[in-house]
């Protein structure tokens, strides 16, 4: 009798559990806590390690928070439940799983550098200059809690890390990602809209004459002169710099929606940086918007002009560090002839800026659909480094509130006709074989295997024909205010293969 009486409780406890809500403002700051803390541990990776930096960076993170909760403060006040938010981490888990992270799957040929980076930050003391006489100048703020982890329990350790970390973030912002829509229809209508988004790439491979060669297990997106990456792709090849481009999107949704105050957004790209400057450089236009439509209507208050100032305080070494040697980089236009940009355009934009712009009036149209619209048109035109990374990488918030602006059309919230939704489902239909692909590519390629070299080794192997300037930096071109005074210097790689089996590669086209 009691073992059947307590069930039911058992059951409404659990229920009830679920059902609670998790303030949303807790779960943002959870986010900003740890970019906060990257920004901490890149002082460490450098050799700050005086007292006074570490009380400096407590003191101004103490500021920035108490700014960010002050009860006038219209941030987030609303969050989703327990359910929806362990149904986000799962989801995010999976993704970041998929794309190889904790090597239980394949990883794309991306993470051969990728995993001799966080190998070097782990083995090695910080801080530390390559044989060169080079230091690691790279957006390395996706590694430096990983880098930890794996100085304390190895390889594994970073490994899981790496997956734990991402799969929380991106968990994060899915759950609250999901307090934007107003029923459990509407957001699973908005994640699947989102996880499907894609240019319509199969059609690409089609025109450019791909058709007999192409595999289940291919990559669809290098059919034309630049690329736009598609959901999958990012979650898969790049989580640093999806991450930061998708924290600054959500940024921009919530303060349009009227739940994130002016002075929370402008935080996000200085404290994004250190993961993606390029994904950052993508939110400056809605941001600079977001700014001026305040500024007009004189709803600025001083905590919105203290929250970025203390942002920015506590980001300038890392502002400093990214800036180092920056003209070896370099930016300019970008070669690209008028009749390919014009095709690629067709192909992965223009279908769904037509539809689109059907609901410009609805709640994520007018100014941001519009400034969307822009940077995507403008974004193949620009190049930063030796390859399209800015096309690909600066284009990610604005891609992906396209993506919630279309789903807000198929939900109801915009008048879409029901052409314009067949439509639309067709676009996404055709565009999800760009993911489905990469998802079949993990599930069928081997896991991939830990790394036996460092990063010039690993680049060497897979980008020889690159310079390797995005990654390093002369220690002499390295600020003062932040160069390593006595690096420790690292003897160079021996002889050997970087990894103990052979590292499948899709087919590229």
Known sequence: MAAIAFAPTAALTRDGLLARRVPAAVLFGIGIAWLAYDLLLLCRFLGLTSPWIHGGWAAITAGLFWLLTLPRRRDLHAGPTVATLLACLAIATLLMLLGGEGRFFYANVDWQVRDAVLHDMARHPWPFVYASGDLLRAPIGMYLVPALAGKAWGQPGADLALLAQNSLLLGLLLAIGS??????????????????????????????????????????????????????????????????????????????????????????????????????????????????????????????????????????????????????????????????????????????????????????????????????????????????????????????????????????LWPASGRRKAALVGLLAIGSVTGLTEVVRALTFPATPPPRCGFSRAWDESFAAWPKDSYLAPLHRVPVAIRPATPARVAADGAGPCFDIPWPRPPLF
């Open 179 to 412: 307090t934007l829509f107003d029923s459990t229809r509407r957001a699973l209508i908005a994640l699947a809209v989102f996880l499907a988004f894609s240019g319509l790439d199969i059609l690409g491979q089609l025109k450019a004459g791909h058709a007999a060669g192409l595999a289940p297990t291919a990559h669809l997106e290098g059919w034309g002169p630049t690329q736009f990456s598609s959901t999958i792709t990012l979650a898969f090849w790049v989580p640093q710099h999806a991450i930061a481009g998708w924290i600054g999107a959500l940024g921009i949704l919530l303060w349009r929606a009227g739940r994130l105050g002016l002075g929370p957004l402008l935080i996000l790209p200085p404290l994004t940086a250190l993961w993606s400057p390029l994904a950052a450089m993508g939110c400056l236009p809605f941001i600079a918007y977001a700014a001026w439509h305040d500024l007009r209507r004189r709803r600025i208050a001083l905590a919105d002009l203290a929250l970025p100032a203390l942002a920015t305080l506590i980001a300038l070494p890392a502002l400093l560090y990214l800036a180092a040697a920056g003209d070896r980089v370099g930016a300019r236009l970008f070669p690209i002839r008028p009749d390919l940009y014009l095709l690629f355009l067709t192909i992965e934009l223009l279908p769904f800026l037509l539809i689109a712009f059907a609901g410009h009036r609805a709640r994520f149209g007018g100014p941001l659909l519009a400034i969307a619209a822009g940077s995507l048109l403008v974004m193949p035109l620009i190049q930063l480094g030796w390859w399209i990374d800015f096309a690909m990488r600066a284009s990610i918030p604005a891609l992906a509130i396209l993506a919630l602006h279309l789903a807000d059309g198929l939900g109801g």
